[in-house]
Nanobody, 121 residues
Framework: QVQLVESGGGLVQPGGSLGLSCAASGSIFSIYGMGWSRQAPGKQRELVASITSGGNTNYADSVKGRFTISRDNAKRTVSLQMNSLKPEDTAVYFC???????????????WGQGTQVTVSS
């Protein structure tokens, strides 16, 4: 079994910063890409940032220059540092990872349970 557990999130004022972290655990053989998506009320889920196992990153235009994604392959974690937060960043943030389990050589997407980020004064 594989689990992704997120931490961080909460309430922050506009212009503030917040960090999210996500740890993968379980019967893992290898982790490929990792990243973060978000879903605001009444909107579709959107990809915020992604990072390959080699460290190549990709960001949504709406967060470029404000968010930074990083990962620690040894600890199997992915983090998202969010700066200059805006009210429109309010959403539930989900981490994901493309994982190969020890009992299967087929890569699968796994998702965390989601963590709320609210940007409001």
């Amino acid at each position: 079994q594989v689990q992704l557990v997120e931490s961080g999130g909460g309430l922050v004022q506009p212009g503030g910063s917040l960090g999210l972290s996500c740890a993968a655990s379980g019967s893992i053989f290898s982790i490929y890409g990792m990243g973060w998506s978000r879903q605001a009320p009444g909107k579709q889920r959107e990809l915020v940032a992604s990072i390959t196992s080699g460290g190549n990153t990709n960001y949504a235009d709406s967060v470029k220059g404000r968010f930074t994604i990083s990962r620690d392959n040894a600890k199997r974690t992915v983090s998202l540092q969010m700066n200059s937060l805006k009210p429109e960043d309010t959403a539930v943030y989900f981490c994901y990872a493309v994982i190969i389990r020890r009992d299967s050589m087929t890569p699968r997407d796994y998702w965390g349970q989601g963590t709320q980020v609210t940007v409001s004064s």
